[in-house]
């Protein structure tokens, strides 16, 4: 008898049942919906109603003043608002996938909307020729939505997380389209929304970048629905014909005359199988074969598509018509005999105590696993819970008696946990009634974050728990609407509440509850809860957003995060005054190095301000010393007389100055001295002589230099200044004079008076210079043999350079010699004879 009431409750178009089921009693009290603009979401999501203002309607005991409102889906009021937004009538409003309610009214401006009726997001509009032309008509889809203006032109917000407006191609009409409908980017070649305008006797397909006719004859369309698969197009034509056709215009799949030329006032699909189209008071439900099933309504209805099924709104309940499931059919069909039906009769007869259970049972022993999963699955459709229940427990009983019963028991719990969250969120106080292909086609985590963001944080904490997923975002935004609604709660109570929810969860980000708290106002509480964040590149940044620099840097150096601690350097440099920010990381040793390392490169005047303060004056001398160098580097500084020579010198006096202050620098402080003073000389001989050839040169290569330019009297002022030694003169002057070749000034200097180191640097500058024969007037004056010898043979005179050798009595001097002239046959046998005899007479 139970399943004859089950099926009597069906109706039944051509081979496939249908049924109608009351979800709920709308609890919103006196809701006419003939007097509003009504947007629903789909998937059980919320209701959004507004006063039209396009029709004139008796005002009762309310306010002339229109207001927003949103119910959910048992009609339980959630938030209102009142609408006082500017712009002119609204034109069009309609849920987003992520629950925002969209407003667009008459200039293009676009509202969003949230859950408790506050704007979620700046309004944007939809441009300047919108807002010229006028918004007559908007069509919605997922997160996106085109909106079709006066002038017949189309714009587009491809997704309202970026919204970026963008005009399609000009369709070309003169008159306006009689319907409009949009294919979803997903379903389409190009990947772009394509908009279908019912136009004359055709359609037009509009996208960006092109416009196409399609279905010429078809026409004129009054009404269009897309199915959910984006393959079919239901049409309603201008003499009362409903077309099922594909997106493509190539098929008709179904003509079904609906004896009406005057068009529905809603068309959509009730799954893949049936069309549904409602007429004032009648809802017609048309299929592919077989005569369509009338449904009368004495009130106004509203169509809301689903993936399984259609639901119905009307003032006094929500209905859901859909399908009914082949198991649920099986099951509880007129007449059945299926496996699954005896089944359900084995247990109705258990629970009576008969035998009959036992022979049901033996009928189906062979197909037992095939009516345990019927039974399983008619229960996941099924919205009453006692029916679920029975149909749960018929199949437990079966589980007894199946051999396959480890596969069956993951599939019998799999579906008792999911049921159990279904019929938790159908409460009427929740509202949210999916059936089971709507819930595995939402998912798990979207619902949760749906019943967060509608502030059922228990319930959507208890099913994170219930199916092992992390609760985290389900405590952050707990937290953080706990923070928000708790104004007179001292910061230590609240922190205290906090923790001891947010523990539940390890790894919770407690920066994104305390960024939450610092943007309330509530700064003490947002440092309480920072502490408490074990990430650092999370923790730093917030320490800095609510002012707490020495704790971040604190922080920062803690991490060895050197990227942090840039962070926290540059966001300290940009806020505090310079010896505020000095003396704070003078105290960090790797923040003070990283400052260094970083100013070094970048800004030195800083990091001179940072050196001084700090009583580092020798790093400031180095610091003057470098800056003086790129000085040098200049190419200005070698231009003769250069205005650069100037500060550059006072760059290495200001060093000096601040080397002579300790006396660990003594020797740098002279260096500095000499070199500033060696400057300023050369300085003087580039504007003297106009030549930019002395300054970066050293004292020998000035003197040297000098002496080329014939200036013997600057080169002697140069060797006086710097003290240098007679040697070192003597060196330099031979080679300067060698260099020009005046051999007869080189001959007069060698006769002045005996040279201190000897005669060798004469001898290197006249060999140096390849010039045999005044090296020749020297090497005789070279007082030591072994030099002699050694000069001798690199002028080649191999003979002079034995007998130099043989008075050294030096053998290994002999050898070297010997290999030095080893390409001179005749200086190899001179080498050989000699040595020869030196050991005759017992030298070797």
């Known amino acids: 008898?139970?399943?004859?009431?089950?099926?009597?409750?069906?109706?039944?178009?051509?081979?496939?049942?249908?049924?109608?089921?009351?979800?709920?009693?709308?609890?919103?009290?006196?809701?006419?919906?003939?007097?509003?603009?009504?947007?629903?979401?789909?998937?059980?999501?919320?209701?959004?109603?507004?006063?039209?203002?396009?029709?004139?309607?008796?005002?009762?005991?309310?306010?002339?003043?229109?207001?927003?409102?949103?119910?959910?889906?048992?009609?339980?009021?959630?938030?209102?608002?009142?609408?006082?937004?500017?712009?002119?009538?609204?034109?069009?409003?309609?849920?987003?996938?992520?629950?925002?309610?969209?407003?667009?009214?008459?200039?293009?401006?676009?509202?969003?909307?949230?859950?408790?009726?506050?704007?979620?997001?700046?309004?944007?509009?939809?441009?300047?020729?919108?807002?010229?032309?006028?918004?007559?008509?908007?069509?919605?889809?997922?997160?996106?939505m085109i909106c079709l203006t006066e002038d017949r032109q189309i714009f587009c917000v491809p997704d309202f997380k970026n919204p970026k407006p963008c005009k399609l191609a000009d369709p070309g009409i003169e008159e306006y389209p009689l319907c409009v409908t949009v294919v979803e980017p997903q379903y389409t070649m190009s990947g772009n929304v394509e908009v279908l305008l019912g136009v004359g006797d055709y359609v037009l397909a509009v996208e960006e970048d092109g416009v196409q006719q399609l279905g010429i004859g078809v026409g004129p369309l009054q009404k269009m629905a897309l199915s959910h698969n984006g393959k079919y197009l239901a049409t309603f034509t201008h003499d009362g014909r409903l077309l099922v056709i594909t997106t493509d215009f190539s098929r008709i799949i179904l003509e079904y005359n609906c004896e009406s030329a005057l068009p529905p006032e809603q068309i959509a699909w009730c799954g893949l199988d049936s069309v549904l189209l409602y007429w004032d008071e009648m809802l017609l439900m048309v299929g592919p074969r077989g005569n369509p099933v009338r449904y009368l309504y004495d009130e106004p209805i509203r169509l809301i598509p689903e993936c399984d099924g259609v639901r119905i709104l009307s003032n006094s309940c929500m209905e859901l018509i859909q399908r009914v499931p082949d198991s649920t059919v099986s099951i509880f069909q007129i007449g059945s005999t299926s496996p699954a039906a005896l089944l359900y009769d084995a247990l109705d007869h258990f629970d009576r105590r008969s035998a009959k259970a036992d022979e049901n049972l033996r009928l189906i022993r062979s197909s037992l696993p095939e009516a345990v999963e019927a039974c399983i699955d008619a229960a996941g459709h099924e919205f009453d819970v006692s029916r679920q229940r029975i149909l749960l427990r018929a199949a437990s009983y079966g589980q007894a008696f199946c051999s396959h019963f480890p596969q069956d028991r993951d599939r019998f719990q799999e579906v008792c946990k999911i049921l159990r969250?279904?019929?938790?969120?159908?409460?009427?106080?929740?509202?949210?009634?999916?059936?089971?292909?709507?819930?595995?086609?939402?998912?798990?985590?979207?619902?949760?974050?749906?019943?967060?963001?509608?502030?059922?944080?228990?319930?959507?904490?208890?099913?994170?728990?219930?199916?092992?997923?992390?609760?985290?975002?389900?405590?952050?935004?707990?937290a953080c609407s706990k923070i928000t609604a708790s104004p007179a709660i001292q910061d230590a109570a609240l922190l205290e509440i906090l923790l001891d929810k947010l523990k539940l969860c390890k790894g919770i980000s407690y920066a994104a509850i305390a960024a939450h708290a610092d943007n309330t106002g509530r700064r003490k509480l947002a440092a309480l809860l920072v502490d408490h964040e074990p990430c650092s590149s999370k923790q730093v940044p917030l320490l800095l957003s609510i002012g707490e620099e020495d704790t971040g840097l604190l922080k920062a150096t803690e991490s060895g995060d050197t990227d942090l601690v840039y962070l926290v350097l540059f966001h300290i440099w940009q806020k505090k005054p310079a010896l505020d920010f000095f003396g704070t990381i003078n105290a960090r040793p790797l923040a003070r190095d990283l400052f260094i390392a970083y100013a070094r490169f970048y800004k030195h005047e800083f990091l001179k301000d940072f050196f001084l303060s700090t009583g580092r004056l020798q790093d400031v001398a180095f610091l003057l010393l470098k800056e003086s160098w790129h000085l040098e580097k200049n190419p200005m500084a070698s231009k003769g007389g250069s205005p650069l020579h100037g500060p550059r010198i006072r760059l290495i006096e200001q060093a000096q100055k601040l080397f002579s202050e300790t006396k660990e620098h003594t020797f740098e402080s002279k260096a500095a001295e000499e070199h500033a003073k060696l400057l300023r000389l050369q300085h003087e001989l580039e504007v003297s002589t106009k030549q930019a050839i002395f300054v970066g040169s050293s004292i020998s290569d000035t003197i040297r230099t000098c002496i080329v330019l014939g200036n013997h009297r600057a080169a002697m002022r140069v060797r006086a200044e710097f003290k240098v030694s007679e040697k070192r003169w003597y060196w330099l002057k031979a080679f300067a004079l060698a260099t020009v070749r005046d051999w007869d000034a080189l001959e007069k200097f060698s006769k002045e008076k005996r040279p201190p180191g000897g005669y060798k640097p004469f001898v290197e500058a006249c060999i140096d210079a390849d010039e045999k024969a005044e090296a020749l007037k020297y090497i005789p004056k070279l007082a030591e043999p072994r030099e002699r010898s050694e000069a001798y043979a690199r002028i080649g005179m191999a003979k002079e350079a034995a007998d130099a050798a043989s008075q050294a009595k030096d053998g290994e001097l002999f050898g070297r010699l010997k290999l030095t002239l080893a390409q001179n046959a005749a200086a190899s046998s001179i080498f050989d004879t000699l040595r020869d005899r030196l050991s005759f007479q017992g030298v070797y």
């Open 1 to 144: 008898m139970a399943a004859v009431a089950v099926a009597a409750e069906w109706q039944l178009l051509h081979d496939r049942y249908y049924r109608k089921l009351e979800i709920y009693s709308m609890q919103w009290g006196r809701m006419d919906l003939a007097r509003h603009r009504v947007a629903c979401a789909p998937f059980g999501g919320p209701i959004a109603a507004i006063r039209d203002d396009s029709k004139i309607v008796q005002l009762y005991a309310e306010s002339a003043r229109r207001k927003l409102h949103i119910f959910n889906s048992a009609g339980v009021h959630l938030a209102s608002a009142a609408w006082d937004r500017p712009g002119g009538r609204l034109v069009g409003m309609a849920w987003t996938d992520d629950q925002s309610l969209v407003c667009v009214v008459q200039d293009g401006t676009v509202y969003r909307y949230n859950l408790r009726a506050e704007l979620s997001a700046p309004q944007f509009s939809m441009g300047k020729e919108c807002f010229e032309q006028g918004v007559v008509e908007c069509v919605f889809w997922g997160n996106g």
């Open 421 to 478: 969250v279904l019929n938790v969120v159908r409460n009427h106080e929740i509202g949210i009634p999916l059936s089971i292909q709507q819930y595995k086609v939402l998912t798990a985590p979207v619902l949760i974050g749906r019943l967060v963001n509608a502030n059922h944080h228990l319930v959507a904490l208890r099913i994170s728990e219930y199916l092992n997923l992390n609760p985290e975002v389900v405590l952050m935004h707990w």
